[in-house]
């Protein structure tokens, strides 16, 4: 199969969901100029609905019919997380490269399986963490990695929102793997990753809060890697919080302004003699412009066109995994909310049976 293909000469696009991170997703690759094939959903009309604001060549009932698609290269997973793996799954065995919605999968196996068959396979398996790829993000890594702030030693980051309160929003629902960690904690042990790498942390330590149903509402955790530093991070569903992201090294910081998971804004402070004096930087990174017609349902989605272009990048040069977010981070980080859950007492029902 071959990812140059479409008027553009770039890979063809199938986009197997119709809902709000789907049409985000969908309008990124509008901006991009992307070839859109198919849009697949669970009925004829929610899939059409989407074919036709993004104008998708065409539209498909089914997720089955989707992946078959013989013009489709590359499919975009953006179901809800438990349907991840079974979706993803189903994508890989019609032979397709997939860009799966974070979080991967609900645990480390289930991941650990999609990674497993996208290697026996020999295709493209990316999970989309789409804060990677905003230029905010990539500068701080270009700054932590020069070491002109010199060695990293903390990192301070919260999100939170006031979530719903319907026990039947995805949220809430254990059986649809709800809770905060999952949502948008990942966004936060993404950046502790980021920053110290993926191996296990010596130290890790987590409270917050669980609903009556049995998910974690909120979360906070403590993580130290010996010889590296430690990490702060906190989220909720019960406040709408700063959203800040302060990565500190020992002769300054980088500072991500909400929403640190999607920035346009950041300062870098650097040690300026005496103790407490800092020299800042203020730098701003404007959002990409939406299409004419154009509209996104999440905060800053404008910024999916950064991820749409890695995606076509890494196809367009044969690669079976992003450089930016590989695979065996993405099951680090698995592996870090599995470890979260099991102190919090978070085991999803069709986990008990597994």
Not at 259 to 266: G, I, L, N, S, V
Request: glycine share 10%; with cysteine; net charge negative.
């Amino acid at each position: 199969m071959s990812a140059a293909k479409g008027d553009r000469m770039g890979p063809r696009w199938g986009v197997l969901g119709a809902g709000a991170i789907c049409n985000d997703f969908a309008v990124g690759l509008v901006n991009n100029g992307s070839t859109i094939t198919a849009v697949g959903a669970s009925s004829a009309a929610k899939a059409e609905a989407l074919a036709s604001r993004v104008k998708a060549s065409r539209a498909h009932g089914t997720y089955e019919d989707l992946v078959n698609d013989s013009e489709v290269d590359v499919v975009y997973v953006g179901t809800i997380h438990t349907m991840h793996l079974a979706h993803t799954k189903l994508a890989l065995n019609a032979g397709k490269h997939v860009v799966c919605e974070k979080p991967l999968a609900v645990n480390e196996a289930q991941a650990r399986e999609l990674v497993d068959l996208a290697r026996a396979k020999g295709l493209f398996l990316m999970e989309a963490m789409w804060t990677r790829f905003f230029p905010a993000v990539r500068k701080v890594q270009e700054i932590l990695k020069s070491g002109e702030l010199g060695p990293p030693r903390c990192l301070q980051a919260d999100f939170g929102f006031v979530g719903p309160t319907d026990k039947s929003h995805r949220l809430l629902d254990p059986a649809q793997a709800g809770g905060a960690m999952l949502d948008i904690g990942i966004y936060l042990v993404q950046a502790a990753t980021m920053m110290f790498g993926t191996s296990e942390p010596d130290l890790m330590s987590c409270t917050g809060q669980i609903t009556p149903e049995g998910v974690d509402s909120e979360g906070a955790l403590s993580l130290t890697w010996k010889d590296k530093g430690s990490a702060s991070l906190m989220f909720t569903l019960h406040a709408h919080t700063p959203e800040n992201a302060v990565f500190t090294c020992e002769r300054g910081n980088i500072r991500l302004y909400g929403p640190a998971h999607c920035p346009t804004r950041m300062t870098v402070s650097k040690v300026d003699g005496a103790r407490g004096k800092f020299r800042e930087e203020d730098i701003d990174f404007p959002l990409p412009k939406l299409p004419a017609g154009q509209e996104v349902n999440y905060p800053h989605s404008e910024g999916m066109l950064y991820e749409v272009q890695a995606a076509e990048q890494c196809l367009a040069e044969g690669m079976l995994e992003c450089p930016d977010y590989r695979l065996d981070e993405s099951l680090a980080v698995m592996r870090l909310m599995d470890s979260y859950r099991r102190q919090m007492g978070v085991v999803y029902p069709f986990e008990k049976s597994e």
